[in-house]
């Protein structure tokens, strides 16, 4: 059974930083392409980097400069370091497979407020 847990998110001043950890179970990971979603409240889930088997990477305009999005195959887990954080990063973080999703972990959250 394929599992996501993500881990790593709390709150946190703004300008400061967090790594988020995406460890994955039951999946092939090193073939897949990677991402790394947000959903604030009342928002939509929105994606905010993704990664590619080779290590290509891709970012929203929003955290572009920010964010970094990083994998270790042997480890079967995706990171996300978040510096220079905003206000409006706050949100429940998630990884998933893009392409053909797979189900939901639970997330991580992230608040940004002083």
């Known amino acids: 059974q394929v599992q996501l847990v993500e881990s790593g998110g709390g709150l946190v001043q703004p300008g400061g930083s967090l790594r988020l950890s995406c460890t994955t179970s039951g999946l092939i990971f090193s073939i897949y392409t990677m991402g790394w979603y947000r959903q604030a409240p009342g928002k939509e889930r929105e994606l905010v980097a993704s990664?590619?088997?080779?290590?290509?990477?891709n970012y929203a305009d929003s955290v572009k400069g920010r964010f970094t999005i990083s994998r270790d195959n042997a480890k079967k887990t995706v990171y996300l370091q978040m510096n220079s954080l905003k206000p409006e990063d706050t949100a429940i973080y998630y990884c998933?497979?893009?392409?053909?999703?797979?189900?939901w972990g639970q997330g991580t959250q992230v608040t940004v407020s002083s």
């Open positions: 990664i590619t088997s080779s290590g290509a990477t």
């Open positions: 998933n497979r893009r392409g053909v999703e797979l189900k």
